[in-house]
């Protein structure tokens, strides 16, 4: 009879080294759990949500060894303190390095300092002794050794750069932008259209392949128009197309994982409620003591850092929810029609002319949106139209934009409207200002004095009104603060009301 000796594990005797290397190497979460005390002293905390990140972040990967088409690209949104940077700035360029040497990396910030400390830390995961005992096969080159900008001698590379910054030469095989956008400076509307531009303009060229290079963009919501929304909107329009144009194969998908402090309808994809413990996506690290003080901060700072939204739960400046839809009873004591001329035939901002009408009792009432982008000859065509529907008792508002242009279109426009009475308004164009001009109208509609009738233009005010001061636009909310400030007789707010009357019939 033959014996057969069977091996068992404690039979075997395993090199440490091969046994990190080879279970790090196929697994992106347990490479963060061995390496995670390389550049990080605090003892971890193995909260639900790193593991579903890692795991995410290896899909999107996967396909990039394979040299295969992206599946879609990748927005993450996720509260400060949650260790998103670790994961997905310094980890896994790391991690891809040890299945793709010659990847090319490109990883962006809001500014350069941000980058190159993102970077330096990457590189620093590379240098450490435990990488390097157990991914010898990774060497740094020499002669290209900085923080912004290092090579490893299989080809591969990893570059810093920031928003707004050049990256002439540069085509990654992964993109990763983490945080985009300076929190202290979300409210510019020159800062979001900057930086949507940059990465719409700029990053987005800068792939090995449009069809197999992903975009990692992890960032906090900050403003109803900031990045993440304009990845989503882009999105939604290229599949547009696609149907428009009868493609039968569908346009690049994206993948959105929207993880907010506490549980909300917020939560992407849906099914990781269930890992919310005591409401809460980390009640160790984000558990409601940390929460509460966070909130002392206040609710916008709140609500996009920590819950995802640029708006908070109990609404924004203005409280759309207390407006009422009505019919209203023709008992006025002044009717305003306001125009916004802002807008442009080619896209962008609105040109919108918002009818609001004082009642005897106190109210103020909305009756009429005429709002659109057309060319400068056309829209002043739409403002003698809509005056002679108004008809004369209504007076007119016109808001002079800044310099001299704005200064002639006003006059123009005064000169078509001979027989009404008409006035000027020359306020600020900051977003600051405009917050200002607001207040007063927001006042009235969050005290409930403020009705509108029911139209087909009802949910697009609401929903810039709600949004505001982080709307996408605020053409609305500046025509109705324009018209409400003229009826409350609130002569000076921003700027200042310059009437200019015409005699009529």
């Known amino acids: 009879m033959t014996n057969h000796s069977v091996n ?20 992106f979460y347990e490479f963060v759990r061995e390496f995670w005390s390389v550049i990080i002293e605090e003892a971890p905390v193995w909260n639900w949500h790193i593991k579903y990140l890692c795991n995410e972040l290896q899909k999107v990967a996967e396909r990039v060894f394979l040299d295969l088409p992206k599946e879609y690209d990748l927005i993450i949104n996720i509260s400060p303190g949650s260790t998103k940077s670790t994961i997905c700035s310094i980890m896994f360029p790391a991690w891809v390095w040890t299945r793709m040497s010659p990847a090319q990396i490109i990883g962006g910030s809001y500014n350069k300092e941000l ?37 490893n001698t299989k080809g591969g590379w990893r570059y810093a750069t920031s928003t707004g910054g050049t990256i002439t030469g540069f085509h990654g095989h992964f993109i990763i932008v983490d945080d985009p956008i300076d929190p202290n400076r979300a409210v510019s509307e020159v800062e979001l259209k900057a930086t ?69 309808p917020k939560i992407r994809p849906r099914k990781l409620r269930r890992y919310y413990k005591d409401n809460l996506m980390d009640p160790i ?20 850092q920590f819950l995802q939204d640029p708006v908070p739960l109990g609404g924004g400046m203005i409280k759309v929810e207390r407006i009422v839809i009505d019919t209203p009873i023709n008992k006025w004591l002044g009717e305003v029609r306001f125009w916004d001329k802002a807008g442009t035939a080619d896209g962008g901002a609105y040109s919108v002319g918002l009818l609001m009408k004082k009642h005897r009792d106190g109210r103020y009432w909305i009756l009429d949106i005429v709002r659109g982008r057309w060319s400068s000859e056309i829209r002043e065509q739409i403002i003698k139209q809509t005056a002679m529907v108004d008809g004369y008792k209504v007076i007119i508002g016109i808001e002079q934009e800044p310099g001299s242009g704005g200064k002639e279109s006003a006059e123009n426009t005064i000169k078509s409207l001979a027989g009404w009475s008409v006035f000027i308004d020359k306020p600020s164009g900051s977003t600051g200002s405009k917050i200002l001009r607001a207040d007063p109208f927001s006042v009235q509609v969050n005290a409930g004095n403020v009705s509108m009738i029911q139209a087909e233009w009802n949910n697009a005010f609401l929903e810039e009104l709600r949004f505001f001061p982080f709307s996408k636009y605020k053409d609305q909310v500046d025509a109705a603060s324009g018209a409400f400030n003229r009826l409350s007789e609130r002569k000076r707010i921003v700027g200042g009301f310059f009437p200019v009357r015409k005699k009529g019939k």
């Open 285 to 304: 690290r984000l558990g409601w003591s940390v929460i509460n003080e966070k909130k002392t901060g206040g609710d916008f700072f709140y609500a996009g």
């Open 115 to 151: 980058s190159m400390d993102l970077s330096r830390k990457n590189r620093d995961v590379i240098l450490s002794d435990k990488y390097r005992a157990s991914f010898g096969n990774i060497q740094l080159r020499a002669d290209q050794f900085g923080k912004s900008f290092f090579m």
């Open 8 to 27: 068992t594990l404690s039979d075997i005797s395993f090199d440490e080294t091969d046994l990190i290397r080879s279970v790090t190497k196929e697994c």
């Open 196 to 264: 949507n531009d940059w990465m719409t303009g700029t990053l987005s060229q800068r792939k090995v392949d449009q069809a197999k290079t992903p975009t990692i963009l992890i960032m906090q919501r900050l403003h109803q128009d900031d990045p993440t929304n304009n990845m989503i909107e882009r999105i939604k329009y290229a599949q547009q197309i696609a149907i428009d144009n009868g493609e039968k194969e569908a346009p690049l998908r994206l993948r959105h994982i929207c993880l907010p402090a506490e549980k909300t």
